[in-house]
């Protein structure tokens, strides 16, 4: 059974920092690329992040660049994705998507499991 466990989700005012862990089980998670997504109030899902099955790859949506940083530990089967200099904007509901494939192009259509999410609030 797949299990994806994302936390580190909170509130913290913009300019602040948040870590975001999401560790899986019930797959090869060392096999496929993962990704971030979000999607806030009102909006469409996004893809924020994403990162090869080696961690050698990684994308980075524009608005995101310079701020956010993916990795993962495939011997601890977790993503993480570093937030820094967060921005109101950033406000959403991140979820953890591990893809079809070993390679990502960071598109929902790669995906093949969805996280629940963990809500990211920012503050003015």
């Known amino acids: 059974q797949v299990q994806l466990v994302e936390s580190g989700g909170g509130l913290v005012q913009a300019g602040g920092s948040l870590r975001l862990s999401c560790t899986a089980s019930?797959?090869?998670?060392?096999?496929?690329?993962v990704g971030w997504f979000r999607q806030a109030p009102g909006k469409e899902r996004e893809g924020v992040s994403c990162i090869n099955w080696s961690g050698s790859s990684t994308h980075y949506a524009d608005s995101v660049k310079g701020r956010f940083t993916v990795s993962r530990d495939n011997e601890k089967n977790t993503l993480y994705l570093q937030m820094n200099i967060l921005e109101p904007e950033d406000t959403a509901v991140y979820y953890c998507?591990?893809?079809?494939?070993?390679?990502?192009?960071?598109?929902?259509?790669?995906?093949?499991?969805w996280g629940k999410g963990t809500l990211v609030t920012i503050s003015t």
């Open positions: 998507a591990p893809a079809k494939y070993a390679n990502m192009n960071c598109e929902e259509r790669d995906v093949l499991y």
């Open positions: 019930g797959f090869r998670f060392e096999n496929v690329a």
